[in-house]
């Protein structure tokens, strides 16, 4: 009998250690440095009214959804794509998107 109790509080004690040894080990690592450019943002007020809060030299933007490409070329931004949804990379004929003749090359 009292071996099946040490052997309880022994298995216990294994377990808590287990989960204290792996606790500690979250709480180590590196701190995360500042991305380049001081941290500095700038407020943008999206086409449904959101406030969205984006870097001030962002190094790629990825567009998706309806117009977005459009907003990039208005913003002079087409240079910083890095993708965009399929269907504004499938060779069909272009339906209403003059952004698509001007700099169609950009994005195949």
Known sequence: MTSLRFSGLFTAAIAT????????????????????????TITVTDGFGRTVTVPSSPEGVVCSGSGCLRYLVYMQGQDLVVGVDDIEKE??????????????????
């Open 17 to 40: 250690a287990l989960v204290l040894l792996m606790l500690a080990a979250g709480c180590t690592g590196t701190e995360s440095t500042p991305a380049q450019g001081g941290g500095q």
């Open 91 to 108: 060779g069909r004929e272009v339906e209403g998107r003059p952004y698509t003749l001007a700099y169609g090359a950009q994005f195949k």
